[in-house]
């Protein structure tokens, strides 16, 4: 399975800042999924981010509080903007495995706290 | 619309006693994949299995087990004389083929928090 690695592993922020976190794989990876786990909660879909072409949003998140990068095969971000405390969560990102796309490794994830 | 149900919030059992997890998927594809993870304390999210829509055949890994019904669009998780370590919340998922290949993302059930007492 791919190797995913995620900056920073947590973060406190203060409400109304931007933080941006990045997921890197150890190799090349068509599609690469970001996602948000609330407190307590399950696993929710934020974006799809193929390389190449603009993200794809799930409905009730947005491009402007989730822009989301991808430069290349192996590598992605996501910020979340003008933070408030409801955006406490675990970010996580996954990727495709490489023997069957259809396998989804997720990395360690990151930990965001607003205050 | 997809959707997965985890109707177990909880379950808790005494170690060596076999377990079942239920899950319940909604979708209207016929082409289709199944996941369950496991998120043990410590936060990580660990791939257990993936089923494909088109293999109905049970599969049995150690003291893991997995049941696929159609007839019921369930995917149910069995562990076979449970441990402490086996403690963790557990997560069905299902995503959908995307017409050029590949699949989409995952959408979650909302978890079954599994006790193994020593």
């Known amino acids: 399975s791919a190797v995913i690695s995620q900056k920073p592993s947590r973060d406190i922020c203060q409400r109304g800042t931007s933080l941006t976190i990045q997921c890197q794989v150890d190799?090349?990876?068509?599609?690469m999924f970001w996602y948000r786990q609330q407190p307590g909660q399950s696993l929710t879909l934020i974006a799809t981010?193929?390389?190449?072409?603009?993200?794809?949003?799930e409905s009730g998140f947005v491009i402007d509080k989730f822009p989301i990068s991808r430069p290349n095969l192996t590598f992605s971000t996501l910020t979340v903007s003008n933070m408030s405390p409801e955006d406490s969560s675990i970010y996580l990102c996954?990727?495709?495995?490489?023997?069957?796309?259809?396998?989804?490794?997720f990395g360690p994830g990151t930990r965001l706290t607003v205050l | 619309a997809q959707k997965v149900t985890q109707a177990q919030t909880e379950i808790s059992v005494v170690e060596k006693e076999d377990v079942t997890l239920d899950c319940v998927y909604e979708?209207?594809?016929?082409?289709?994949?199944l996941f369950w993870y496991k998120q043990p304390p410590s936060g990580e999210l660990v791939f257990l299995i993936r089923?494909?829509?088109?293999?109905?055949q049970n599969e049995i890994s150690g003291r893991y087990s997995w049941n696929f019904q159609k007839s019921t669009s369930s995917f149910n998780f069995t562990i076979t004389a449970s441990q402490v370590v086996d403690s963790a919340v557990y997560f069905c998922?299902?995503?959908?083929?995307?017409?050029?290949?590949?699949?989409?993302?995952?959408?979650f059930g909302k978890g079954t928090h599994l006790i193994i007492q020593p």
């Open positions: 996954s990727v495709e495995g490489e023997l069957s796309y259809n396998e989804q490794f």
């Open positions: 089923r494909n829509s088109f293999d109905e």
């Open positions: 979708t209207r594809d016929t082409t289709y994949y």
């Open positions: 190799s090349q990876v068509t599609m």
């Open positions: 998922a299902l995503s959908e083929a995307l017409k050029g290949g590949g699949a989409d993302g995952l959408t």
């Open positions: 981010a193929n390389q190449g072409s603009e993200a794809t949003y």
